[in-house]
């Protein structure tokens, strides 16, 4: 029997020799014959093989997922051998073409890496659902409990490390580090790296792999979102359902692929955990929190608030806040120490309604207020409380009335205060009060602080309408003429830059070119709202005062894409009443913030103003001006008067305009 087996493994090799060279006929008769001697050398197993050959004589070009082992290493040893037109089986899951020995619930084959992550165990040490890599007779652990485990250590003959040791040679273990890889050309990047699998045709490394993981795109075939590492009959990449495929990158519970996140996508998984961390005791979602939980799934960007959601301090103070710990109020955040994530949490809440809004800059001066205060002699604390109460923060309110308060007028706030407080302390020093400080004493201080005087006119001021001082006075400074240090040359090659660069944000161009072209203030421009942009016309215009000023191109079709770009906070920015919001949810674009964005562009934001201002003021009567450009009449004068203009050439104009139309007129006639 063995001699007749052998005879008919012979004939049936003989007959498989010749068909490889109908298939493939550069291939040689003899390199089939080698391969089939290396890869099953016992006799045995060789008829096995010839025997499936001659049940399925289509095997080399089936690619039948089914066929036995032995086989789709005979096509592999083939492929690797030059041979193009066999067909080896794909895995069911991953795609790539290797050696199925593994059969998954629903039948079909994987590979062993697809089929060991397809059977997923919780671990007897970690308790994760994972792949088990090691079984004892109390317990399984999954790879990384494996690797921590000391059994598992080896002293790797290369390094010298005892560690988790994964090959075994003749010089003995090698670590992770230390031992070979089985590289292959990557097809994206053209790198010999270790392939993580078969993509687009062609091995893919494990670097390009989470790139192509991690940029959807647009399905020419489905037009959905998903991950293109599938090629069509015509070349073009598309997703795995449109070519036939299992997605590997598909979530488990939706299906999507353009937000991946493990097994899951972010959606799915920001969905469950937002979910749980506004649910009350009782189960349900917090009645005064659903306002947050709404804005929170309505997000672009997912991954970003999971990010938020495991390292803020406010995914915390919502969590106290569901199960009513701390109130949803000003007051009880009032309680809780300051801190950026707090103040972000607070603006977060006042955008989405849950809280009533609140002017942050002015609330936040009266806890520094209370602080200063109590560092002070009662009687100059009652003087410093009096001024700051009727004098600064009510200038301030009425700012913040009018969404005219910024940061930098609260900086100068402060600094009127601190100026009152510590001219009342040098009195002190000096052994004399408020009461009876001379005029030689206010210029004794002066002498020694002279950068103080700016910030103590209005105190001497207030203190005199009240009759607490004498009739002190002090030095008034002059406000000097602006210098215009911007050459015209360079200022227009700066409007060029920004008009055609197109790698830098879209918010600073359009920023930078109101400042370049309109001499805008950046105070100004970082509180715009979409109502001053009109695109109804014919062109699009932009209204800084009183009249609407058409844009020349191509600032039109910037300013008309910057409307549909607009955001920079993740949360309740959509709709957004500002032009160009904030970090923070429902606040405009810090001045500070872009004039700092400006600077990084090369525009030097008062240098470029007072060039802009000077040259309109030069081309445009002041009164016109001060309408276009929304600045008052003394300051266009002032400009105009600066560029050797005034209010006669407008006149002028007005009678030349009156005069030509009374000649039309009497023409017509």
């Known amino acids: 029997?063995?001699?007749?087996?052998?005879?008919?493994?012979?004939?049936?090799?003989?007959?498989?020799?010749?068909?490889?060279?109908t298939v493939e006929p550069e291939l040689a008769a003899t390199t089939v014959r080698g391969i089939l001697e290396v890869l099953v050398p016992r006799p045995e197993k060789r008829t096995i093989l010839l025997q499936h050959f001659d049940r399925f004589p289509n095997l080399l070009t089936s690619g039948d997922p089914l066929m036995p082992?032995?086989?789709?290493?005979?096509?592999?040893?083939?492929?690797?051998?030059?041979?193009v037109r066999v067909v080896r089986p794909h895995c069911a899951v991953c795609g790539g073409e290797k050696i199925l020995c593994r059969r998954l619930p629903d039948g079909r084959k994987a590979c062993a890496h697809c089929g060991r992550v397809a059977d997923l165990k919780p671990c007897s040490r970690c308790g994760n659902m994972r792949v088990i890599t090691r079984r004892t007779n109390t317990e399984q652990l999954c790879l990384r409990c494996y690797r921590h485990d000391p059994i598992s250590h080896k002293t790797c003959s290369r390094c010298g490390r005892d560690t988790y040791a994964v090959v075994r040679l003749e010089s003995g273990w090698l670590c992770t580090t230390c031992a070979p890889r089985k590289l292959e050309r990557c097809g994206q990047c053209g790198h010999d790296r270790n392939p993580r699998t078969v993509l687009l045709g062609a091995p893919i490394c494990r670097l390009c792999y989470q790139q192509l993981r991690r940029n959807p795109g647009t399905c020419p075939a489905c037009v959905q979102i998903k991950v293109l590492a599938y090629l069509s009959d015509d070349g073009r990449r598309i997703c795995a359902t449109c070519a036939g495929e299992p997605s590997p990158f598909a979530c488990a519970d939706c299906g999507r692929e353009d937000h991946q996140y493990g097994r899951r996508c972010a959606v799915c998984v920001l969905t469950e955990r937002a979910t749980a961390l506004l649910?009350?005791?009782?189960?349900?979602v917090n009645c005064g929190l659903e306002p947050v939980l709404s804005a929170l799934l309505a997000v672009d960007r997912p991954k970003s608030t999971l990010f938020w959601l495991q390292q803020s301090q406010g995914a915390d103070l919502l969590r106290r806040m569901a199960v009513g710990d701390i109130a949803i109020s000003h007051n009880a955040l009032d309680a809780v120490p300051r801190t950026r994530a707090l103040d972000y949490l607070r603006d977060f809440l006042a955008a989405l309604g849950v809280l009533p809004p609140q002017h942050v800059e002015l609330e936040r001066l009266t806890p520094w207020l209370r602080t200063i205060l109590a560092d002070l002699p009662v009687a100059d604390a009652r003087v410093v409380h009096a001024y700051a109460v009727w004098h600064v923060l009510r200038r301030t309110r009425a700012k913040a009335d009018r969404g005219q308060l910024t940061a930098a007028g609260a900086r100068n706030d402060r600094a009127l205060i601190r100026g009152a407080t510590h001219f009342l302390g040098w009195l002190t020093e000096h052994g004399t009060t408020l009461t009876t400080a001379r005029q030689s004493d206010l210029d004794k201080y002066l002498v020694e602080h002279p950068g103080r005087v700016r910030f103590l006119v209005g105190f001497l001021t207030w203190t005199h309408d009240r009759r607490l001082i004498a009739d002190l006075r002090a030095p008034r400074q002059q406000r000097a003429e602006p210098d215009v240090t911007l050459a015209d040359d360079h200022r227009w090659s700066i409007v060029e830059e920004l008009l055609h660069n197109e790698t830098l944000?879209?918010?600073?161009?359009?920023?930078?070119?109101?400042?370049?072209?309109?001499?805008?203030?950046?105070?100004?421009?970082c509180r715009m709202t979409p109502d001053q942009i009109a695109t109804t016309g014919p062109g699009v215009t932009v209204r800084f005062g009183d009249d609407p000023i058409l844009l020349p191109a191509p600032l039109d079709e910037l300013t008309r894409a910057l409307l549909h770009r607009r955001g920079r906070s993740s949360y309740a920015s959509k709709p957004n009443r500002w032009l160009f919001p904030g970090g923070h949810p429902g606040r405009h674009r810090s001045a500070d913030v872009l004039r700092n964005q400006l600077a990084q562009t090369g525009v030097t934001v008062r240098s470029a103003r007072n060039a802009a201002l000077l040259q309109l003021a030069a081309e445009v009567p002041a009164p016109i001006?001060?309408?276009?450009?929304?600045?008052?009449?003394?300051?266009?004068?002032?400009?105009?008067?600066?560029?050797?203009?005034?209010?006669?050439?407008?006149?002028?104009?007005?009678?030349?305009?009156?005069?030509e139309c009374s000649g039309n007129i009497a023409h017509n006639e």
């Open 279 to 284: 649910t009350t005791a009782d189960g349900t």
């Open 625 to 659: 001006l001060a309408d276009l450009l929304g600045i008052s009449p003394n300051t266009a004068v002032n400009w105009a008067a600066l560029a050797s203009q005034d209010w006669g050439r407008y006149t002028a104009l007005r009678a030349e305009n009156r005069t």
């Open 69 to 83: 082992p032995i086989v789709q290493r005979l096509l592999e040893r083939l492929a690797a051998a030059g041979a």
């Open 505 to 525: 944000p879209l918010d600073t161009r359009v920023a930078g070119l109101f400042v370049l072209l309109f001499g805008q203030p950046v105070t100004r421009i």
């Open 1 to 21: 029997m063995v001699r007749c087996s052998t005879l008919t493994s012979m004939q049936t090799l003989d007959a498989l020799v010749a068909e490889i060279a």
